[in-house]
């Protein structure tokens, strides 16, 4: 078998699954928990970030690259994701949960060597990284972690469309980063199914502050996104960094204006397709797609290419 067979079919298992026991899996259940980890065992990608071939970039090429305001919080991210999904996957009896947490904060942490290897083959310079420190209450940081990935995922599959789709990369590039993102929507997918049974099989009279943690965890997500750049560092030669780049950033992945109902479309469309590949039997992430589909609606629909503005 040749390495391109070997990382097709690894491309491959890690797009599609389902679980082997048919019938409705309720939510809550043995079951359903050892679906929604064993979705994130069985499609494990194992390629390796030392092994990256990094394809050439033209000085045009490269200069886009070095000028997206993301790399010093993209790095740091999944630096925090990495130490807040291990220490609370340390807390975890049950040896199935806890091994699929445990490869949900090896594949963080493997998205960071990633974007540290590129930053360090293009010449990207990065402000020194902080130290990463267990934090003190270990479930509250996974579940920031868990509904941060799942805002920043969403729009993210759909830019990470467009620069396929307008080329403003090469596309060597763009498919060096595909198993990085397949990574993030089986991340999202699992997060979201964790929630659902973690909830479930709380004592009754624990449900309310879960959620009252929920609501809390989305607050924090807005506020942390309250204006649109934020600097990381105190270097005040440093590129600013924007920390919503995934909501703003289409101008920076494509030579082409894109109109906010198109980006939308774009994302839902890109959310849907990398999902559909895993058991629809689990639950899906529903609070992006629920919203930007209300925000839709009273936008108006992206004029053909070419089309004269009334």
């Known amino acids: ?22 019938g409705a899996i309720r939510p809550g259940s043995e079951p359903h928990k050892t679906a929604f980890c064993n979705l994130l065992l069985d499609t494990h990608n194992p390629y390796k970030p030392a092994v990256i071939d990094w394809p050439h970039l033209d000085p045009e ?42 490869l949900d904060g090896f594949e963080e942490g493997r998205h960071k060597e990633v974007l540290s290897r590129l930053v360090e083959a293009y010449g990207i310079r990065l402000e020194p990284e902080p130290e990463y420190h267990r934090p003190r209450n270990p479930e509250w940081a996974f579940m920031v972690t868990g509904f941060s990935e799942c805002i920043d995922s969403f729009f993210a599959f759909g830019l990470f469309a467009v620069a396929r789709t307008s ?25 979201v199914n964790w929630v659902a049974w973690h909830r479930r099989n709380l004592a009754w009279w624990r449900r309310p502050w879960f959620w009252s943690k929920v609501f809390a965890v989305w607050v924090f997500l807005v506020w942390e996104r309250i204006g649109l750049a934020r600097g990381v560092g105190a270097s ?75």
């Open 1 to 22: 078998m040749t390495d391109e067979a070997i990382i097709a079919a690894a491309d491959e298992t890690a797009r599609r699954w389902a679980a082997p026991d048919r």
């Open 61 to 102: 090429a490269r200069d886009r690259l070095v000028a997206l305001p993301i790399w010093d919080i993209a790095v740091q991210t999944e630096g925090k994701a990495k130490i807040r999904v291990m220490s609370y996957g340390e807390e975890i009896a049950d040896p199935l949960l806890r091994r699929a947490i445990e």
């Open 167 to 191: 080329r403003f990369f090469p596309p060597e590039l763009i498919e060096t980063f595909e198993p990085v993102m397949q990574e993030e929507a089986r991340h999202i997918l699992f997060f």
């Open 236 to 310: 005040q030669q440093a590129a600013p960094q924007d920390n919503n780049f995934t909501l703003t950033g289409s101008k920076a992945v494509a030579d082409i204006d894109l109109s906010a109902a198109g980006l939308i479309d774009i994302c839902l469309e890109e959310n849907e397709r990398r999902l559909a590949g895993y058991d629809p039997r689990l639950l899906r992430p529903m609070v992006m797609p629920c919203l930007v589909r209300l925000i839709r609606r009273f936008l108006r629909d992206p004029q053909p290419a070419g089309a004269a503005a009334p």
